[in-house]
């Protein structure tokens, strides 16, 4: 069983920074691919970014490429999303996720969660 538990979130004006961590517990999550996704009221769970455990190989959403990364410290069993320039249509619920299959853009083939961490951006 794998706990992930995000922090970092905040409120902030458009175009400020601001970095997500996911600290996993219960087990070593280096083997899992391990993935960003946010939510809005009244709207699916959207695919934000995502790292693979063999090769730390990324990828993101179009709507985020070139200002948000994703990265992990295996060594303190975090995940980290740096989001750069930031925009109001940001603005949401961001989870973490674990995947021990092949992860990538959908939200089903996430085993377990976090509670989210909510970014709210002003403009």
């Known amino acids: 069983q794998v706990q992930l538990v995000e922090s970092g979130g905040g409120v902030v004006q458009a175009g400020d920074s601001l970095r997500l961590s996911c600290t996993a517990s219960?087990?070593?999550?280096?083997?899992?691919?391990m993935g960003w996704f946010r939510q809005t009221p009244g709207k699916e769970r959207e695919f934000v970014a995502v790292?693979?455990?063999?090769?730390?190989?990324?990828n993101s959403a179009d709507s985020v490429k070139g200002r948000f990364t994703i990265s992990r410290d295996n060594a303190k069993n975090t995940v980290y999303l740096r989001m750069n320039s930031l925009k109001p249509e940001d603005t949401a619920i961001y989870y973490c996720a674990a995947s021990s299959g092949a992860g990538g853009f959908p939200p089903r083939e996430y085993e377990y969660w976090g509670q989210g961490t909510q970014v709210t951006v002003s403009s």
């Open positions: 790292i693979n455990w063999y090769n730390d190989r990324t």
């Open positions: 219960g087990q070593a999550v280096f083997t899992y691919n």
